[in-house]
């Protein structure tokens, strides 16, 4: 714990230096340096945290023979494929500059490709004898983190680029939502607090930061962060009570099962993990939709002095109206597209609609798309009438 507590400490003072550097336009690239090296040092201090002897080590694939004689046959749903043989040379940790023959990682799922070949990075796992040398071995993944930083630092450019210093506002608020979910969220319900409290509780306080690090300190964020609030607010009732009513387990995947075996000592809430889903999966959408609607309400404040409260709001739902269909399709198209394998198998078995919305896996998902949505739609009055009131 106290890790994670000096790693949000010197995030902070990233965050800090950042921020000094924004009030001079001209060191905007000096900005984006700046979180680049942020990005790096976190994931650089992570790697080497959690670095040990029983760690994988990094090896490079330097040829493969396909179809080997003492091949052996997987085979499943009729599917089969010969095992390969790869030289593979290590490139870090004691054995450094060992080829070692490995049998070709296979796609476990489908049993019909290889993922190694020539060239490709690989983490090997190796187990030792007593005096060190190599007892067995086995590649244990290919390395895809680089080419995922890589397309980060693409995306972080391309937003500071074309964003700005609001762009590079923003990275440093996406910076800080990763810090919060990664390492307080997360550790926090492994340590077994309640996730709905805990979720609710960072929610709000995630969402009020980030306004603030975008917008600033202006009637424009108040009003923003109420409409947010209320808008979490609602949908944690929703989801709360529906779960409930539903009697869902929260149990919707095969692989949350494992959740129960990593610790004797935490008994997990899946149901309050399931809330916690709800409420992060909105949460993006409903900061869009009232910060969206008190800009617009505070722009037309400043063209137009005279205008009524009633105006201001009908204009506020106006803005929001128009914003309402897309967000609302952009959750539950989110939602649709990280469950499409499960939409998939269900609908193989032609069932009837009311036997589909039974599964407790599909209840679940409709559940995050419909509690979001609601909450989006009641984000709208509120921004509308709190950026009213307060631009009186």
Not at 286 to 305: H, L, R, T, Y
Request: proline share 1%.
């Amino acid at each position: 714990m106290n890790r994670e507590l000096n790693n949000l400490i010197e995030f902070y003072k990233v965050l800090a230096t950042v921020k000094a550097v924004f009030k001079n336009k001209k060191n905007i690239i000096i900005g984006i340096i700046l979180i680049l090296i942020a990005v790096c040092f976190f994931s650089y201090k992570n790697f080497v945290a959690n670095e040990d002897d029983n760690q994988p080590v990094h090896g490079v694939v330097i040829s493969e023979n396909s179809n080997t004689s003492s091949s052996q046959q997987t085979q499943k749903n009729s599917k089969s494929m010969e095992s390969s043989k790869v030289q593979v040379k290590i490139t870090s940790g004691s054995h450094k500059g060992t080829v070692l023959s490995l049998d070709n990682l296979v796609n476990d799922k489908t049993f019909d490709e290889t993922l190694a070949h020539k060239g490709s990075e690989v983490l090997v796992n190796i187990d030792e004898n007593d005096n060190g040398s190599i007892k067995s071995a086995y590649i244990y993944e290919v390395v895809r983190y680089k080419y995922i930083y890589i397309l980060l630092f693409v995306f972080v450019g391309l937003l500071a680029i074309i964003g700005g210093k609001k762009g590079i506002k923003s990275i440093a608020a996406l910076l800080l939502t990763g810090v919060v979910i990664l390492k307080i969220l997360i550790p926090l319900i492994i340590s077994g607090f309640n996730p709905i409290v805990v979720s609710i509780i960072l929610c709000i306080s995630v969402s009020i930061l980030n306004l603030l690090i975008i917008s600033g300190k202006n009637k424009k964020t108040l009003a923003a962060i109420i409409g947010t609030v209320g808008g979490v607010i609602i949908a944690a009732i929703i989801g709360i009570s529906m779960s409930t009513i539903l009697r869902l387990t929260g149990l919707t995947d095969d692989e949350l099962q494992m959740l129960i075996y990593i610790s004797q000592n935490t008994s997990f809430d899946f149901r309050g993990l399931l809330f916690s889903g709800i409420l992060m999966g909105a949460l993006g959408a409903v900061m869009d939709v009232s910060m969206s609607i008190a800009s617009a309400v505070n722009e037309i404040k400043e063209n137009n002095k005279e205008i009524s409260t009633k105006e201001l709001i009908k204009s506020g739902m106006n803005v929001g109206r128009d914003i309402m269909g897309t967000m609302a399709n952009t959750l539950i198209l989110a939602y649709v597209g990280g469950s499409m394998y499960i939409l998939m198998l269900v609908s193989s078995y032609n069932l009837p609609m009311s036997r589909i919305l039974d599964q407790d896996v599909i209840a679940s998902e409709v559940l995050k798309s419909l509690a979001g949505s609601i909450g989006l739609i009641f984000t709208i009055p509120i921004t509308a009438a709190a950026s009213a009131w307060l631009f009186i």
